[in-house]
């Protein structure tokens, strides 16, 4: 198959494989971090003396930071431990559903004015979407009617000509394929993107019913073009997982699915990101603004794990070259991370310990690897690698950061606060976020801040709410999208995405309720693979099945 190489490697040919000209995800500067390290450490362990100044000063000369700078970051890391000093606000627990609208309750008139026409464009929308669903129900109806008329039709005359007024047969459809057995009827909708044959509509109800393997089967069908070789071979791979493949799919996927890892010709572009990697449903308003206030928010982090006593659980002794090692978990990250377009973190090994892969925040954000990746195929260890660096991006490393939702939503307010530090809040809501934005402003720049301005205006042109849980949800959808173009294998995501659910603890606020599921998540895997996105991604990338010339 094009783009496969051995199973045993996780390298890339520099002859055939472009990559990103910059490497983007979260990296501090090496002089600041090592700087901040150092004087989150000073600060947790009491007031500074004259020798511990003249240390520091010392110390920052030596990494060649101007004294303004160093004022900047000793700012923001004290504020950033008088952040975290101050006692936690007693609110009741908020559920998944719960949606973030911080302008709800201010006192500003024409915040007011704002909202009440918000309120007025959603009643608006409501009853735009009530006469929606009533035409809706009125087409399935004569759906029905049309489906009854042609079954009459069909008893009435001979085979011949019931096949030649058989809609789905001028489609280039198979009835023994489309039509479900008694007792497993499509839904009107269905019927008519089967019918239509129009791979667009058939994805589209797909969405809402992954397993339905009609619509798969009529999705394959619908695609009959040279050049839709790779999307009926992902389809297939669909069918196949779900042990649903008739004879060609089977065909078509044993003939096209080798046990090699797909080799990219170059790196995943950050449009690519946006438009055809992240979940459809990520919203990237509420991304763009986490990003903005990521690297100053690292660097506050640094703080919060000095004055806890907390020290990253990384052993130098355990660092690894991943050009070097052996260890194929260790190069699989490097790997995903150069396919990704991300950097390379710095990669750790934990011999000892039971547990797969995880994001160690300190100094740099780096990777650690535990003994449930050992003895891994290559195609598992390029999803978990996939998703593991997925979460590297600066909007989503940020959610890493903090370790309850609550932190999240005051991090996204205190970003929006920078943006427009006049913003109309409660103010109960004002007493707990603006220490938050003390501790991120001296490290945000003027550009950053501009941006921040521009995104809170379109956070309120939006309607000034979001829903951070949801939004992490997706993020999660989106990992596993990134692991599944690595892995091109749904056998290896289920098996992966398996392991990390057994592994995963249980959630600290009862009020959140369940994460997505093993299930749920493998729904969104099919509806991924089978899309138009995800095939034209892997051809972009140069890992697509092509036709034999």
């Known amino acids: 198959m094009p783009g496969t190489v051995p199973v045993d490697s996780f390298v890339h040919d520099p002859s055939n494989f472009e990559p990103a000209a910059e490497p983007s995800g979260l990296a501090l500067d090496d002089a600041e971090s090592r700087y901040g390290a150092l004087y989150s450490e000073a600060i947790a362990a009491g007031p500074l003396g004259p020798e511990k100044r003249s240390e520091l000063a010392s110390t920052a000369a030596s990494l060649g930071l101007d004294a303004a700078r160093v004022a900047r970051i000793e ?5 950033s431990r008088e952040a975290q000093s101050r ?8 559920g998944r559903a719960a949606t973030l609208a911080p302008f709800d309750a201010a006192d500003d008139q024409r915040m007011a004015l704002l909202q009440a026409r918000i309120t007025l464009l959603e009643e608006e929308l409501a009853k735009a979407r009530g006469e929606v669903q009533s035409l809706t129900e009125q087409n399935a109806k004569l759906d029905q009617m049309l489906h009854d008329f042609q079954d009459a039709v069909t008893r009435s005359v001979s085979p011949a000509v019931a096949a030649a007024l058989d809609p789905l047969r ?7 394929v489309t039509r479900p057995a008694s007792g497993d009827e499509p839904s009107p909708a269905s019927r008519r993107a089967i019918r239509r044959g129009d791979p667009a509509l058939i994805h589209r109800e797909l969405r809402s019913t992954p397993r339905d393997v009609e619509l798969l089967h009529a999705l394959y069908r619908s695609l009959g073009r040279a050049d839709d070789l790779d999307r009926r071979f992902c389809i297939a791979s669909a069918l196949v997982h779900l042990g649903k493949a008739n004879d060609e799919e089977r065909e078509i996927w044993a003939t096209h699915a080798h046990a090699g890892l797909v080799r990219p010709k170059r790196a995943v572009n950050e449009d690519e990101w946006n438009e055809l990697l992240l979940h459809p449903a990520q919203d990237r308003l509420t991304g763009a603004i986490l990003a903005d206030v990521a690297v100053a928010a690292l660097l506050g982090q640094l703080t919060a794990l000095k004055g806890q006593g907390k020290r990253p659980a990384l052993d130098p002794a355990y660092k690894v070259d991943p050009a070097k090692t052996t260890s194929d978990a260790a190069r699989s990250v490097a790997w995903a ?20 892969i995880e994001l160690v925040l300190g100094q740099a954000p780096s990777t650690r690897i535990g003994t449930k990746l050992f003895g891994r195929t290559p195609r598992e260890l390029a999803f978990v690698a996939g998703r593991h660096m997925c979460w590297y991006r600066r909007e989503h490393v940020v959610a890493k950061l903090v370790p309850e939702r609550r932190q999240l939503e005051d991090l996204f307010l205190a970003a929006l606060m ?20 003390r501790a991120m402003a001296p490290l945000v720049d003027k550009p950053t801040l501009e941006r921040l301005a521009g995104h809170f205006a379109a956070f309120v042109e939006q309607g000034g709410r979001t829903n ?44 959140l309720g369940p994460a997505p599921r093993l299930e749920e ?16 991604l892997r051809k972009r990338i140069g890992v697509a099945v092509v036709p034999a010339p």
């Open 337 to 356: 991370a150069a396919v990704l377009g991300l950097r390379v973190p710095p990669i750790y090994v934990a011999p000892g310990e039971a547990f797969a």
């Open 468 to 511: 951070l849980f949801r939004w992490l949800d997706t993020v999660d959808a989106s990992a596993a999208c990134a692991g599944l173009l690595l892995s091109g294998d749904l056998a290896a995501a289920h098996a992966m995405l398996e392991l990390e659910e057994s592994d995963a603890p249980a959630p600290a606020d009862p009020a």
């Open 87 to 94: 006692p936690a606000a007693l609110e009741a627990p908020r």
């Open 418 to 437: 920078l943006g427009n530090p006049g913003m109309p809040i409660t103010q109960a809501v004002k007493t707990r976020i603006e220490p938050v934005a």
């Open 75 to 79: 700012q923001a890391l004290a504020a």
């Open 521 to 536: 998540r493998i729904d969104e895997l099919l509806v991924y693979i089978t899309a138009h996105r995800f095939s034209l």
């Open 170 to 176: 001028v489609a280039g459809l198979s009835p023994d």
